[in-house]
């Protein structure tokens, strides 16, 4: 199943939509209402919430390994070149 934003008004299974109306529908209809300029493509929230997801946990790794990083150069006594 596929969720579809309608970009032209629709009828889809006897009931009338509107541009701006989602549709979850089969892969076959998705695959119909994009190829005829009707609908788009919507990304899921699972997908988005997900990258969000490992992009936070990377910043926070990354922090995470500034914080514990010398910033007196003890333990590197040539400092960076």
Not at 35 to 40: A, E, H, K, L, T
Not at 55 to 78: L, Q
């Amino acid at each position: 199943m596929k969720k579809i934003k309608l970009i032209r008004p629709h009828i889809h299974a006897g009931v009338s939509y509107s541009p701006g109306d989602e549709l979850l529908v089969s892969d076959a209809d998705a695959i119909f209402l994009v190829r005829y300029q009707i609908g788009v493509a919507v990304k899921t929230a699972t997908k988005s919430a997900n990258k969000t997801e490992k992009n936070a946990t990377s910043a926070t790794v990354a922090a995470i390994t500034e914080d514990n990083t010398p910033s007196d150069n003890t333990n590197n006594p040539e400092g960076d070149k």
